[in-house]
């Protein structure tokens, strides 16, 4: 049965010459799981946002929504509730501070009974598995668990339709898994429907029942995932979005059915060719003697009664180094990021930044062609009308990164995807010249292209002598550009190590190409060395 029609829908900001959706038609049936996907900038959250009157964003829109065989427009509020939406940051869905309040907030805004709000918030903590955290404030929890409750907080209005907007942007890759799980279980076994858009789609594009592609505002491809990626052409730049098992399929010859997850993509390789040539070995990265970063025995908590957040963290960073810091939500990252770059101060411990002390540079002469910080909420970044004004603001242009933005210029910076905010927020970061670059988190919201490119910039940087340090949840962009990298756990580096051999140790942090090759090739991390692999070893590229 048909839960909703889209058809012709067209959408354009005030401020655009061009429609950022351009005759937009699909339909969902009740009960599908649909992968929305596409490039950064595409009109993904534009189209999502339209199925959800109460988010949807001021600017001229024609066409037809149909929801349970009504227009969506014309009973807006009848709908609203009929229809749940996730968004991408975890922080900006809490409204307020403890998690049962959540659970109940928008309950009590339905007037529902007292003894039925306490039924609906059990039985929705019991299937999320947030019992334990039921008297907790919603701000000590960690990001995977703020995305739960947030899921938990729309699933007790019980929608017929969940929306969700990469939600697990945000997340680590086990934190990820996990919200997707229980994503996939509540289609299963509530029926509710599932509309999704993901950068990170390895572990989505299987479970989906519907793969949704748009390119420049229209839906070019509707259908069932491995015949919609069957009917993509080689040269199909939405390729280089999916998943690994599915790009390593396409760049090599085999007479096999294209693999969706690792496993098949696993199966696939052993299946289809030779091993003679076992072991992928990566040059090493040659580093400075110079120490642009020295971190010792740093302890810090946020306040005197609270637990420390790092407990003697020790780690080095070298002049000219791209260096990632992984580890899941709430294992001392970010808080790390910012004692470097002098935001937050720990009371014991060192650290040095181009052999010298914080506390030695005076009058923030730190951030004067020194530091410079991109931070997680890039919202924080922006504080003008307009991204040509926000550039003009700190004398940047559009020409400090290999990526054509300009097309930008006269929109808001809200109203722009998450991946072009990421990128314009780095102009305005780059046009410091900073000496000490530190990414949290840059790649959230981007697509694979977008990635490429980002690392280009990141590269070209290294190669200026800028040191860069990033943390990260993105295996892939991580062992594409780092020299090195460190897995964090409860506020300390438990490991350290070169790229390669970092992601060939770790068994969940890592790429999925590392899971898929290990016991067959060993030492492979990317795509393009698990081609090269297949080629050394009598194999042929498409």
Same mark, same amino acid.
């Given at each position: 049965?048909?839960?909703?029609?889209?058809?012709?829908?067209?959408?354009?900001?005030?401020?655009?010459?061009?429609?950022?959706?351009?005759?937009?038609?699909?339909?969902?049936?009740?009960?599908?799981?649909?992968?929305?996907?596409?490039?950064?900038?595409?009109?993904?959250?534009?189209?999502?946002?339209?199925?959800?009157?109460?988010?949807?964003?001021?600017?001229?829109?024609n066409g037809e929504i149909s929801f349970l065989g009504s227009q969506l427009y014309e009973n807006k509020k009848g709908f609203e509730r009929k229809i749940g939406f996730v968004m991408q940051n975890p922080e900006q869905q809490i409204v307020t501070d403890k998690v049962y309040h959540e659970l109940a907030f928008a309950l009590e805004n339905m007037n529902i009974k007292k003894n039925e709000i306490s039924?609906?918030?059990?039985?929705?903590?019991?299937?999320?598995?947030?019992?334990?955290?039921?008297?907790?404030?919603?701000?000590?929890?960690?990001?995977?668990?703020?995305?739960?409750?947030?899921?938990?907080?729309?699933?007790?209005?019980?929608?017929?339709?969940?929306?969700?907007?990469?939600?697990?942007?945000?997340?680590?890759?086990?934190?990820?898994?996990?919200?997707?799980?229980?994503?996939?279980?509540?289609?299963?076994?509530?029926?509710?429907?599932?509309?999704?858009?993901?950068?990170?789609?390895?572990?989505?594009?299987?479970?989906?029942?519907?793969?949704?592609?748009?390119?420049?505002?229209?839906?070019?491809?509707?259908?069932?995932?491995?015949?919609?990626?069957?009917?993509?052409?080689?040269?199909?730049?939405?390729?280089?979005?999916?998943?690994?098992?599915?790009?390593?399929?396409?760049?090599?010859?085999?007479?096999?059915?294209?693999?969706?997850?690792?496993?098949?993509?696993?199966?696939?390789?052993?299946?289809?060719?030779?091993?003679?040539?076992?072991?992928?070995?990566?040059?090493?990265?040659?580093?400075?003697?110079?120490?642009?970063?020295?971190?010792?025995?740093?302890?810090?908590?946020?306040?005197?009664?609270?637990?420390?957040?790092?407990?003697?963290?020790?780690?080095?960073?070298?002049?000219?180094?791209?260096?990632?810091?992984?580890?899941?939500?709430?294992?001392?990252?970010?808080?790390?990021?910012?004692? =470097?770059? /002098?935001?937050?101060?720990?009371?014991?411990?060192? &650290? *040095? #930044?181009?052999? +010298? @002390?914080?506390?030695?540079?005076?009058?923030?002469?730190?951030?004067?062609?020194?530091?410079?910080?991109?931070?997680?909420?890039?919202?924080?970044?922006?504080?003008?009308?307009?991204?040509?004004?926000?550039?003009?603001?700190?004398?940047?242009?559009?020409?400090?990164?290999?990526?054509?933005?300009?097309?930008?210029?006269?929109?808001?910076?809200?109203? =722009?995807? /998450?991946?072009?905010?990421?990128?314009?927020?780095? &102009? *305005? #970061?780059?046009? +410091? @010249?900073?000496?000490?670059?530190?990414?949290?988190?840059?790649?959230?919201?981007?697509?694979?292209?977008?990635?490429?490119?980002?690392?280009?910039?990141?590269?070209?940087?290294?190669e200026k002598g800028v040191t860069v340090i990033i943390v990260t949840h993105d295996t892939e962009f991580a062992s594409l550009v780092s020299d090195r990298c460190a897995f964090l756990f409860r506020g300390?580096?438990?490991?350290?190590?070169?790229?390669?051999?970092?992601?060939?140790?770790?068994?969940?942090?890592?790429?999925?190409?590392?899971?898929?090759?290990?016991?067959?090739?060993?030492?492979?991390?990317?795509?393009?060395?698990?081609?090269?692999?297949?080629?050394?070893?009598?194999?042929?590229?498409?």
């Amino acid at each position: 049965m048909e839960i909703l029609n889209v058809k012709n829908l067209s959408f354009k900001y005030p401020t655009n010459e061009k429609n950022t959706l351009e005759n937009v038609s699909f339909t969902l049936e009740k009960g599908d799981f649909a992968v929305l996907c596409g490039q950064t900038g595409s009109g993904k959250t534009t189209l999502l946002r339209a199925l959800k009157p109460s988010l949807c964003l001021r600017g001229e829109m024609n066409g037809e929504i149909s929801f349970l065989g009504s227009q969506l427009y014309e009973n807006k509020k009848g709908f609203e509730r009929k229809i749940g939406f996730v968004m991408q940051n975890p922080e900006q869905q809490i409204v307020t501070d403890k998690v049962y309040h959540e659970l109940a907030f928008a309950l009590e805004n339905m007037n529902i009974k007292k003894n039925e709000i306490s039924r609906r918030i059990a039985e929705t903590a019991q299937f999320f598995g947030i019992s334990d955290l039921f008297e907790q404030g919603t701000q000590t929890l960690s990001g995977g668990q703020k995305q739960l409750l947030n899921l938990a907080a729309v699933s007790v209005m019980q929608p017929d339709l969940l929306i969700l907007d990469e939600p697990t942007a945000q997340l680590d890759p086990v934190a990820a898994v996990e919200f997707i799980t229980v994503l996939k279980k509540l289609n299963t076994e509530m029926g509710i429907t599932v509309l999704i858009s993901e950068h990170r789609l390895d572990e989505l594009i299987s479970l989906g029942n519907k793969l949704l592609v748009i390119e420049n505002g229209e839906i070019t491809v509707c259908d069932e995932p491995s015949r919609a990626i069957d009917s993509l052409e080689k040269d199909n730049k939405i390729l280089e979005y999916m998943p690994a098992p599915v790009r390593l399929f396409k760049s090599v010859k085999s007479s096999c059915a294209c693999p969706l997850t690792v496993n098949e993509g696993k199966q696939f390789i052993e299946k289809s060719f030779n091993n003679g040539i076992s072991v992928f070995t990566a040059e090493k990265p040659e580093l400075s003697a110079k120490k642009a970063v020295e971190v010792r025995d740093v302890w810090f908590r946020y306040s005197k009664q609270g637990e420390d957040v790092l407990k003697g963290i020790d780690f080095t960073v070298f002049e000219g180094e791209i260096f990632s810091c992984l580890g899941a939500n709430g294992s001392g990252k970010t808080t790390a990021m910012n004692c =470097i770059a /002098g935001l937050i101060k720990p009371y014991s411990g060192k &650290i *040095k #930044v181009f052999d +010298k @002390k914080i506390s030695d540079y005076k009058n923030n002469s730190l951030y004067i062609n020194c530091v410079s910080v991109l931070p997680q909420d890039i919202g924080t970044v922006f504080l003008k009308n307009t991204v040509e004004e926000e550039l003009e603001e700190v004398g940047a242009s559009f020409d400090l990164i290999p990526v054509d933005l300009s097309y930008l210029s006269k929109r808001h910076p809200y109203d =722009i995807s /998450g991946g072009e905010q990421q990128l314009v927020a780095l &102009i *305005k #970061v780059l046009s +410091k @010249k900073p000496r000490l670059l530190i990414l949290d988190e840059p790649t959230k919201g981007l697509d694979n292209c977008f990635k490429m490119q980002y690392a280009q910039v990141l590269k070209s940087l290294k190669e200026k002598g800028v040191t860069v340090i990033i943390v990260t949840h993105d295996t892939e962009f991580a062992s594409l550009v780092s020299d090195r990298c460190a897995f964090l756990f409860r506020g300390r580096v438990v490991s350290e190590d070169e790229t390669h051999l970092f992601f060939s140790k770790n068994s969940f942090y890592t790429t999925p190409v590392s899971r898929m090759t290990r016991g067959f090739y060993d030492g492979v991390v990317s795509v393009e060395e698990a081609v090269e692999m297949i080629v050394r070893n009598g194999g042929e590229k498409t």
